[in-house]
């Protein structure tokens, strides 16, 4: 498993094929740097078009009558799609109205203070429960490569993944519940600070568990090695710096293979529950917390599009480690693809908050970006910074992936 075309240490320094040869370090970088170069021109690209329609869009609505006398589509006929229809353009003008009368309408100092006061305490709150979520992932990382150096099994090694998809999971929930008590102006705000939370909390989990993967890494050729960042003595064992690039991209699809593997199938048997509890107890509630609690699941359109940004982040990181890892991505991202749109069709109603497409996507951009700058830094110290494992991979016996040799 360990030596299969999975991983970029199965490749050997130059390949030759009918008599013709080529400097396989070579074309791995340039690959690569096509790679992030096309990323970085359509990024770029993207980003320009829709900031300006979004100026545009905001340069033009000076006032409320184009969304009175012109939001309606007149080809629309089903009377469930009407009817979703006016809830949308409802919820619109609401939220248009909220956010005119914020601005006209100041808070007093009592109230200025209390919401700070809440603000304070759920914002301690967050990052308490990032601090706990940091420290359990090392806590278990600590643990299970002590495992699989000490016992020489994989099954503990699975443990940081599924406490990382577990986080994912969990958090967005608390914080959804966090942020109503916040006493934001507009069900926007909300929405918007709950999606910057999640997206903290994926990235976050990610740069510790790299920077755990580094500590790993730094190991000197030798057959009685101690690794002092975990308090693990290896006595005449290979692990570690053998072949450290087989050892990140392993890493890579775990992540890859867990999150698919944990978060489709639970989303999907979760929203069918929720659809089937809906069907059977709604009507025959009285309460109105118990509507609540048995309403129909709604689709939110931000959590996808961070799946998304999250997928195409393990993407640009380890697909240098591992090279098939994008024929992976497509395939999982298909099956999810079709996995959601069962469930959006049966079990699910759309949201009753009304996403613009143009500010949704300039939003998903910008994330996009930023995470890319990420991945750019952290791809380009492993290829400088970063000496190559002695007996495996097409970069052995180099100083660095960056020091190969010139076609």
Known sequence: YNDTALFLGHYVNFTEYNGISYNRPVAILVCTAVVFGISFVMLISRLLQTGKKLYQRKATQTNFCNKIFGSWDYGVVNPST???????????????????????????AGEILHVTLIRIVTNGIVILLLVGMGAAIIEATIYSWKQLVLLSTNAKGLLVPILIIFSIIALPIVFHVIGGFERYKSRSGHAKMTLLRSAIVRITTLVIYIIAAYAAIQCTQSKDLQVTEFNVTMHNTTFCQECWETFVGQQFYQLLLLEFLFIAPFTVVLETIRNLAHKAFYNRVRKKFLKTFFSKPSFFLPDSILDLVYFQLLLWLGFLFSPLQPLFMVTILV???????????????????????????????????AV???AVILVGYAVIGLKPSLNCGPFQNQSSMFSVPTL
């Open 335 to 369: 099956i999810m693809f079709y996995l959601k749109k069962f469930s959006v069709m049966w079990n699910l109603e759309p949201d009753e908050d009304m996403f613009r497409g143009t500010t949704v996507m300039f939003l998903s951009l910008v994330m996009l970006f």
């Open 372 to 374: 890319y700058i990420f």
């Open 82 to 108: 009407i009817a979703l229809r006016k809830k949308c353009i409802q919820r619109d003008i609401q939220e248009e109205l909220a956010l005119y009368l914020s601005l006209s309408h100041h808070r007093t």
